[in-house]
């Protein structure tokens, strides 16, 4: 008769085992569900946006040097408004243009890190 009671008492056990486990994982999908709309707020997804633009994680897929570009682009464009239309002037256009961007870009991205 021991032989009966001792596969009965590994299962009692398994099973209580079991439902420790399953009370674990709902009160912390309980806290993911709570977390997950808390993140929802509107003022939370306005706080993590302009955190993102201020720190992004990646500088090359962050807004500020897209505008700090199109600002060079501006700028560029504002100086050879007058200057003669050849090709040589053009060209130097462009390069100045690059230049620029660059310049800025890289600019930025030492600031961001800091």
Known sequence: MDTIT???KEL???ILEFEQKRTVQENELKEEIHS???NLRPSKIIKNAVNH???PGNSETSIIPAFAQRGANFVTQ???RGA???K???MAGAV?????ANGIKRKLSSILRK
């Not at 100045?96 to 620029?100: C, D, N, R, S, T």
């Open 84 to 86: 003669p239309q050849g």
């Open 88 to 90: 040589f002037f053009k």
């Open 96 to 100: 100045l243009k690059f230049a620029v």
């Open 36 to 38: 997950f709309i808390e």
């Open 53 to 55: 633009i201020i720190h």
């Open 12 to 14: 009692k056990d398994k």
């Open 78 to 80: 504002k100086l050879f």
């Open 6 to 8: 001792s596969p009965s």
